[in-house]
């Protein structure tokens, strides 16, 4: 789980908080096979819009080539089930 909200503006949220690209470049340099975003669109806590977040990150995945499959932002409210590999 990464985050992607609450990243606006980047002089004051930058020490807590990652934008989506940040987020991608996080994803790309831990070598994770699957991110799920997370800490986006359910309060107002900074100055970008609630719903932009996976707008941006779903960009960024696509400038860079990633599969957008291999990390997911979901909808507000979505739940996973997650299993153990075998």
């Known amino acids: 789980m990464i985050g992607i909200g609450a990243y606006q503006p980047r002089w ?3 020490p807590l908080h ?3 690209g940040e987020a991608v470049m996080a ?3 831990t070598r994770c096979r699957r991110a799920t ?3 986006w669109g359910t309060f107002e806590l900074s100055e970008e819009p609630l719903g932009e977040p996976p707008l941006l990150l ?3 995945l696509l400038d ?3 599969p957008p499959d ?3 932002s979901g909808c507000v409210g ?3 089930s997650v299993v153990e590999a075998s």
């Open 12 to 14: 004051f949220m930058h």
């Open 18 to 20: 990652m934008s989506p």
């Open 27 to 29: 994803l790309q340099e």
């Open 37 to 39: 975003a997370m800490h």
């Open 58 to 60: 779903a960009r960024e």
């Open 64 to 66: 860079r080539g990633i």
């Open 70 to 72: 291999r990390f997911e």
């Open 78 to 80: 979505q739940q996973w």
